[in-house]
């Protein structure tokens, strides 16, 4: 059974930074991608990040590129958001999601592009 357990989110001010992890445990997706997803009170969940595991290739959405960074530890099945001058817009819910194939040329931005999902983790920026 593949689970998702996604950690380290909280209450920071403006301009503060916190760091999220994900561990996946049942199988790895070491041909596959995986991603942080948001959903903020009333809005639809949208994409953050992915990062492919084979090569570490990482994509972003414009809305965190130079704030914001994916990464992942292959010996500990971990990925992490590594999220800096933190705005009280990035509020929300951050999901964790996997997919267990990649093809070199695409960008998985879209929810149905993931099979795997975590419970997600709370993070609120205070102004």
């Known amino acids: 059974q593949v689970q998702l357990v996604e950690s380290g989110g909280g209450l920071v001010q403006a301009g503060g930074s916190l760091r999220l992890s994900c561990v996946a445990s049942?199988?790895?997706?070491?041909?596959?991608?995986m991603a942080w997803f948001r959903q903020a009170p009333g809005k639809e969940r949208e994409f953050v990040a992915h990062?492919?595991?084979?090569?570490?290739?990482?994509y972003y959405t414009d809305s965190v590129k130079g704030r914001f960074t994916i990464s992942r530890d292959n010996a500990k099945n971990t990925m992490y958001l590594q999220m800096n001058s933190l705005k009280p817009d990035d509020t929300a819910v951050y999901y964790c999601?996997?997919?267990?194939?990649?093809?070199?040329?695409?960008?998985?931005?879209?929810?149905?592009?993931?099979?795997?999902w975590g419970q997600g983790t709370q993070v609120t920026v205070s102004s």
């Open positions: 049942g199988r790895t997706f070491s041909s596959g991608v």
């Open positions: 990062i492919r595991w084979s090569d570490s290739t990482t």
């Open positions: 999601a996997a997919r267990a194939t990649n093809s070199g040329s695409t960008h998985y931005t879209n929810r149905a592009n993931y099979a795997y």
